[in-house]
């Protein structure tokens, strides 16, 4: 009995030590790709997978999320880096930041474009690599505009 305990135990920790290799490999791949940036002067479309929102998607219910209320984007600027994203490219009009995970080091991107028109600024959140994000996305967007509303 003892020696079927044994072989069962190292059966667990063996197909544990296989699911945290493939999560450290997705952290990998996802540290080595870039945000997708504008396409003609807009935020890319959200993939068909349950990791990203975006305010461009209003036909999609499932991605979208409302604009930001128009603020200067440096100001967004320092709550993302209070949150812990690291901004990777800014101008007037357009910010790129990126978010890490602690564990295995996911990157999730945030991209804002400024609509001045409109007087919003449209966000894409998303997941680099993965399915789900379990909403962390979603909720990284709703943060920044609670942060924008105690400025105001």
Same mark, same amino acid.
């Given at each position: 009995?003892?020696?079927y305990?044994?072989i069962g !135990? +190292?059966?667990?920790?063996l197909a *544990?030590?296989?699911?945290a290799?493939?999560? =450290?490999l $997705?952290?990998? @791949?996802?540290?080595?790709?870039t945000?997708?940036?504008?396409?003609? !002067? +807009?935020?890319?479309?959200?993939? *068909?997978?349950?990791?990203?929102?975006?305010? =461009?998607a $209003?036909t999609? @219910?499932?991605?979208?999320?409302a604009?930001?209320?128009?603020a200067?984007l440096?100001?967004?600027?320092t709550?993302?880096?209070?949150?812990?994203?690291?901004i990777?490219?800014q101008?007037?009009?357009?910010?790129a930041?990126?978010?890490?995970?602690?564990?295995?080091?996911?990157?999730?991107?945030?991209?804002?474009?400024l609509?001045r028109?409109?007087?919003?600024?449209?966000?894409?959140?998303?997941?680099?690599?993965?399915?789900?994000?379990?909403?962390?996305?979603?909720?990284?967007?709703?943060?920044?505009?609670?942060r924008l509303?105690?400025?105001?």
């Open positions: 009995m003892k020696q305990m044994m !135990g +190292v059966i667990v920790l *544990m030590a296989i699911v290799g493939y999560f =450290a $997705q952290g990998m @791949k996802s540290r080595g790709q945000p997708p940036g504008l396409v003609n !002067g +807009v935020l890319t479309a959200c993939p *068909m997978k349950p990791n990203a929102v975006c305010s =461009a $209003q999609d @219910k499932a991605h979208y999320i604009p930001l209320n128009a200067d440096a100001s967004i600027a709550i993302i880096e209070h949150l812990g994203g690291r990777i490219s101008d007037s009009d357009y910010l930041a990126e978010f890490s995970s602690s564990l295995f080091g996911f990157v999730d991107d945030l991209e804002l474009l609509d028109p409109a007087a919003v600024i449209h966000v894409r959140a998303a997941s680099r690599v993965g399915y789900s994000d379990m909403g962390v996305n979603r909720q990284r967007v709703e943060v920044i505009r609670q509303e105690q400025q105001e």
